[in-house]
């Protein structure tokens, strides 16, 4: 996360857009400087899935997932039988929002990566046995 925001200063002052070709290549092509930016982000990105999924994952390990990699599920817990919902419904709207701001930020490597691995994770945790299925 460093990096990014060390990436950032460093062109802040230079622009973001190419001076020279058709105006479609000077919007959807980075300059150099920008595309560093944009895969410093993409890293952070990966980093804060991974993050989020794992916390998924560690709260729910407790009562209600039964997956046999995971050890002794521990006593059932009553009040999570909409959790697995629930993570998989914020990990694909976490997707859509950092994709819709990837996009408008011109970020393609981020918002290809956002694209990828949230709506992956949420596939994944969707398909864990629970004590409810």
Do not use: K
């Amino acid at each position: 996360m460093v990096y990014a925001l060390v990436t950032l200063v460093r062109i802040w002052s230079q622009d973001g857009v190419r001076h020279h070709g058709h105006p479609a290549v000077r919007l959807l092509v980075p300059t150099p400087a920008y595309l560093r930016l944009d895969v410093a982000l993409a890293v952070v990105a990966v980093l804060a899935d991974l993050w989020l999924v794992s916390a998924a994952i560690v709260f729910g390990s407790d009562g209600i997932f039964t997956e046999d990699w995971m050890g002794y599920p521990g006593m059932m817990d009553p009040t999570g039988q909409n959790y697995q919902a629930g993570v998989v419904s914020a990990l694909h709207t976490t997707a859509r929002w950092t994709f819709g701001i990837a996009v408008l930020c011109r970020c393609w490597t981020t918002a290809g990566v956002q694209v990828c691995v949230l709506p992956l994770a949420a596939w994944w945790i969707g398909s864990f046995d629970t004590y409810y299925t």
